[in-house]
T-cell receptor, first 114, second 117 residues
Framework: KAGVTQTPRYLIKTRGQQVTLSCSPI?????VSWYQQTPGQGLQFLFE???????NKGNFPGRFSGRQFSNSRSEMNVSTLELGDSALYLC?????????????FGEGSRLTVL | AQKITQTQPGMFVQEKEAVTLDCTYD???????LFWYKQPSSGEMIFLIYQGSYDQQNATEGRYSLNFQKARKSANLVISASQLGDSAMYFC??????????????FGQGTILTVHP
């Protein structure tokens, strides 16, 4: 059974550019969550999608957005990149229903903003 | 709001010995789940163990066990028979039940575990 796949694994952008990251969840999982990990702030929740609908959102500016497709794959976009957006972006998938359950993470996309 | 506190920035253990990583949590929700993840230098978050707030018994998964003390709001991870490959960052996290909380884990700051041969 394939795990959570994130692409690209590494990318370098410059300030002001935008970036799109992709996440393919485990087959059968309908929930996809996104997290930002930085040395200073640790792991912070960005948003969660279930069946193409955003159910939950963290405290990030509007430059951070996401979407989910009918096949449960998800993308997140960061516009007008800032140096502080340099981070490891992790995606997690789960069944998304019932009581809290296991979230399975991908290997992450490491973004460097110059 | 939920909060996770991991008070040990770094821990050292000898190979084959047991080690306990501390985690305390704070939430007002009666229904929640507690997680431990391992993050090696590659970056991937590897699920280790889960404990539900209504589970009567402590969770175990192979060499991992969770010492769940609900009244004290602690959920310590115990790794038995440490291996060199256990060297990594370990995160404790909580998720509460409810429609607006799905997929939202609140993480602690992590503990770096180093296993010495």
């Amino acid at each position: 059974k394939a795990g959570v796949t994130q692409t690209p694994r590494y990318l370098i952008k410059t300030r002001g550019q935008q970036v799109t990251l992709s996440c393919s969840p485990i087959s059968g999982h309908r929930s996809v969550s996104w997290y930002q990990q930085t040395p200073g702030q640790g792991l912070q929740f960005l948003f969660e999608y279930f069946s193409e609908t955003q159910r939950n959102k963290g405290n990030f500016p509007g430059r951070f957005s996401g979407r989910q497709f009918s096949n449960s794959r998800s993308e997140m976009n960061v516009s007008t990149l800032e140096l502080g957006d340099s981070a490891l972006y992790l995606c997690a998938s789960s069944l998304g229903q019932g009581n809290p359950g296991e979230l399975f993470f991908g290997e992450g996309s490491r973004l460097t903003v110059l | 709001a939920q909060k996770i506190t991991q008070t040990q920035p770094g821990m050292f253990v000898q190979e084959k010995e047991a080690v306990t990583l501390d985690c305390t949590y704070d939430t007002s929700d009666p229904s929640y789940g507690l997680f431990w993840y391992k993050q090696p230098s590659s970056g991937e978050m590897i699920f280790l163990i889960y404990q539900g707030s209504y589970d009567q018994q402590n969770a175990t998964e192979g060499r991992y066990s969770l010492n769940f003390q609900k009244a004290r709001k602690s959920a310590n991870l115990v790794i038995s028979a440490s291996q060199l490959g256990d060297s990594a960052m370990y995160f404790c996290a909580i998720e509460v039940s409810g429609g607006t909380s799905y997929g939202k884990l609140t993480f602690g700051q992590g503990t770096i575990l180093t296993v010495h041969p």
